[in-house]
């Protein structure tokens, strides 16, 4: 089994900075890709970056030239550096770790942007 434990959430106000951060554990395998989904209430978990182990990244429209995936492979960590905060980025965001051996998920962490 894959463990993926989120940190960082909290409140900000808009126009703010967070900085998450994912660390897989358990029986990991390689290669994967890594990233975060976010499900604010009432609508469907929705993609908002990920990265492969090989450094490719992908970005949901919403969140190009604000927000910014990395990883640092050697410690299992993927983090996601959020700029430029709206309140329309205010939901639960969740780890992902996908790969030949599955997909796993972390529990989340709230991210709120509220004035």
């Known amino acids: 089994q894959v463990q993926l434990v989120e940190s960082g959430g909290g409140l900000v106000q808009p126009g703010g900075s967070l900085r998450l951060s994912c660390a897989a554990s358990g029986r990991l395998f390689s290669p994967n890709t890594m990233g975060w989904y976010r499900q604010a209430p009432g609508k469907q978990r929705e993609l908002v970056a990920t990265m492969t182990s090989g450094g490719g990244s992908v970005y949901a429209d919403s969140v190009k030239d604000r927000f910014t995936i990395s990883r640092d492979n050697a410690k299992n960590t993927v983090y996601l550096q959020m700029n430029s905060l709206k309140p329309e980025d205010t939901a639960v965001y969740h780890c992902?770790?996908?790969?030949?051996?599955?997909?796993?998920w972390g529990q989340g962490t709230q991210v709120t942007v509220s004035s």
């Open positions: 992902n770790l996908g790969g030949y051996a599955g997909k796993y």
